[in-house]
């Protein structure tokens, strides 16, 4: 059996310096909002300074700076590893666990823990593996570092990209896509559609309603329309992004139950998330507003979806749709380079199935697609992220780096032998391109 390379076998030496660097990282308070980030930043130009490594600030507001630092490899490709360095916000009184890092055992308590300041101390882990055995990785890795992803602000990724850029043949962000034994990496995403409707009625005295016309009543008549059409509405999928439905809806099952799963992938999902309107009991509502959240899979056509939105709004006197905020899902190839090489790497290392599914929703990953680098998600964790006492484990932590050090390697043999593994159901290659198009529409009328 052939010996591990020597990053591995340096990381598995230094198992517990994984976990002091996740603590360290967790250590520093960076909830979003407010989402200032300078002191962590700092810490790590200095990491990085110590391993000899040079970094690059890049940021528009100078409390949510973004850092970029590069290994230079032996060939010509480029792999970047992606994390963000802002956490949800946490209340202590509701923890049980100091929030800002505690080690019981096996576990490492705090904001962050698993999302995702874990993953960045196994990115971390990998840098110094690397530098303190001399050994050149088998591409460039570029460690990318951003600020402001929790409310998915223009000063993290955004900024990135457009000041910077990230010219890469590959990325893996370093969200949890594992929980306990269900492993996955995340290949897609879905489009969303946000919309803001508004309703003009009028007003009347509450005792005599029928002298009046209330918002609120057309407004929910056409949101229900909206709801009972998408409801109807199916999916028509080509072979390999069908391939990606039923590996998702396989993963899901569990969690949501077969039909949901399906359900998820299978039609539009809305959600009414806002519904307002009148002020008083008794009066008739002159005006109502309401924002809906609409999910479309990755391979559909955004924009076919909200016409036929926009059509049932139409039929609605006195509703008009006042703003659209609109994306199109995006999704590797599931049988490309960049998915076979994290998912043999990591059921290698996990030692079970590893699915290649959808997320549910999108951020930077979709950020990264359309900017024209190839991104899937990886990171083993727990189920607790964002809650109260979230947490990590040391075994997650070292096998995070652990993949991370190997995906160079494999990503090149993946690159220069084509090979695929996945079942595709028949796709050809040309059936499974990528979608990296999106598009946001504002409009008012």
């Known amino acids: 059996m052939p010996s591990d390379p020597p990053a591995v076998a340096?990381?598995?030496?230094?198992?517990?310096?994984?976990?002091?660097?996740?603590?360290?990282?967790?250590?520093?308070?960076?909830?979003?909002?407010?989402?200032?980030?300078?002191?962590?930043?700092?810490?790590?130009?200095?990491?990085?300074?110590?391993?000899?490594?040079?970094?690059?600030?890049?940021?528009?507001?100078?409390?949510?700076?973004?850092?970029?630092?590069?290994?230079?490899?032996?060939?010509?490709?480029?792999?970047?590893?992606?994390?963000?360095?802002?956490?949800?916000?946490?209340?202590?009184?509701?923890?049980?666990?100091?929030?800002?890092?505690?080690?019981?055992?096996?576990?490492?308590?705090?904001?962050?823990?698993?999302?995702?300041?874990?993953?960045?101390?196994?990115?971390?882990?990998?840098?110094?593996?690397y530098v303190e055995t001399g050994t050149v990785p088998?591409?460039?890795?570029?460690?990318?570092?951003?600020s402001d992803e929790e409310v998915a602000g223009k000063a993290g990724l955004p900024t990135l990209l457009d000041r910077r850029g990230l010219s890469a043949d590959a990325c893996v962000i370093g969200e949890t896509t594992c929980e306990g034994d269900r492993h996955s990496v995340t290949v897609a995403d879905r489009g969303s559609i946000w919309l803001e409707l508004e309703a003009t009625g009028t007003a009347a005295h509450g005792s005599r309603p029928m002298l009046g016309e209330n918002a609120i009543h057309r407004l929910y008549r056409a949101v229900s329309d909206i709801e009972s059409v998408l409801g109807d509405y199916r999916f028509e999928f080509d072979p390999a992004v069908r391939a990606l439905v039923e590996e998702s809806v396989e993963y899901y099952a569990p969690q949501f139950g077969a039909d949901a799963a399906r359900e998820l992938?299978?039609?539009p999902t809305v959600n009414l998330g806002v519904l307002s309107g009148g002020d008083r009991v008794n009066v008739v509502p002159a005006a109502a507003r309401a924002k809906l959240d609409i999910r479309v899979t990755a391979g559909i056509d955004t924009e076919t979806v909200l016409d036929g939105v926009r059509e049932v709004v139409a039929g609605h006197d006195g509703v008009e749709i006042v703003d659209a905020d609109w994306s199109v899902g995006t999704f590797e190839d599931p049988d490309g380079p960049l998915a076979n090489a994290v998912g043999s790497v990591a059921e290698?290392?996990?030692?079970?199935?590893?699915?290649?599914?959808?997320?549910?929703?999108?951020?930077?990953?979709?950020?990264?697609r359309n900017a024209g680098v190839p991104t899937v998600e990886f990171g083993l964790g727990t189920e607790t992220a964002h809650a109260a006492d979230e947490?990590?484990?040391?075994?997650?932590?070292?096998?995070?780096?652990?993949?991370?050090?190997?995906?160079?390697?494999?990503?090149?043999?993946?690159?220069?032998?084509?090979?695929?593994?996945?079942?595709?159901?028949?796709?050809?290659?040309?059936?499974?391109?990528p979608s990296r198009r999106g598009r946001r529409e504002n409009t008012s009328r």
């Open 391 to 433: 947490f990590t484990t040391v075994g997650a932590l070292a096998r995070n780096a652990e993949v991370y050090a190997r995906l160079p390697d494999e990503l090149l043999r993946q690159f220069d032998s084509g090979t695929r593994t996945f079942d595709s159901t028949g796709a050809s290659p040309a059936g499974t391109t």
């Open 265 to 267: 992938f299978e039609r």
């Open 10 to 129: 340096y990381l598995r030496e230094h198992r517990e310096d994984i976990v002091d660097l996740a603590a360290t990282l967790v250590g520093h308070d960076t909830q979003n909002p407010p989402g200032d980030t300078r002191e962590l930043a700092s810490w790590l130009e200095s990491f990085f300074s110590d391993l000899g490594i040079e970094t690059e600030r890049v940021a528009s507001d100078p409390t949510k700076p973004n850092l970029v630092a590069t290994l230079p490899g032996a060939t010509d490709r480029t792999l970047v590893l992606l994390g963000h360095l802002d956490t949800v916000p946490f209340e202590a009184d509701e923890w049980t666990r100091d929030p800002l890092g505690e080690r019981e055992g096996n576990r490492l308590y705090g904001r962050g823990a698993t999302d995702m300041k874990g993953a960045i101390a196994a990115m971390l882990a990998v840098a110094e593996a």
């Open 348 to 368: 290698s290392v996990t030692g079970g199935r590893v699915y290649r599914r959808s997320a549910t929703g999108g951020g930077d990953a979709k950020r990264m």
């Open 138 to 146: 088998a591409t460039d890795l570029v460690f990318a570092f951003v």
